[in-house]
Nanobody
Framework: QVQLVESGGGLVQAGGSLRLSCAAS????????MGWFRQAPGKEREFVAT???????TYADSVKGRFTISRDNAKNTVALQMNSLEPEDTAVYYC?????????????????WGQGTQVTVSS
């Protein structure tokens, strides 16, 4: 079993930055690919970014060039640095873990989820 706890959400103006962090506990963190997803009100949960066990990231087109995913296997953490935020980025952001060394863009392929953290971008 893996427990995931997100932090770092909040309210920011358009053009600003936020850094989300996800702390993992339980099994060996380096055995898991990690991902970030988000869900806005009235919308389905969507893929944001994923990172494999050695730190290679994949991004949704909507965040490419603005967001950066990273992981620290020694500290059991994964982070999402979000720059040039837009009102359209407003959502609850979820950290997810997948029992595989390789990431995936599909939410259903993840085994563990955090409780989510709210990000609100004002115009």
């Amino acid at each position: 079993q893996v427990q995931l706890v997100e932090s770092g959400g909040g309210l920011v103006q358009a053009g600003g930055s936020l850094r989300l962090s996800c702390a993992a506990s339980g099994r060996t963190f380096s055995d898991y690919a990690m991902g970030w997803f988000r869900q806005a009100p009235g919308k389905e949960r969507e893929f944001v970014a994923t990172i494999n066990w050695i730190g290679a990231g994949t991004y949704a087109d909507s965040v490419k060039g603005r967001f950066t995913i990273s992981r620290d296997n020694a500290k059991n953490t994964v982070a999402l640095q979000m720059n040039s935020l837009e009102p359209e980025d407003t959502a609850v952001y979820y950290c997810a873990g997948r029992w595989s060394k390789y990431g995936n863009i599909l939410a259903k392929s993840y085994d563990y989820w955090g409780q989510g953290t709210q990000v609100t971008v004002s115009s």
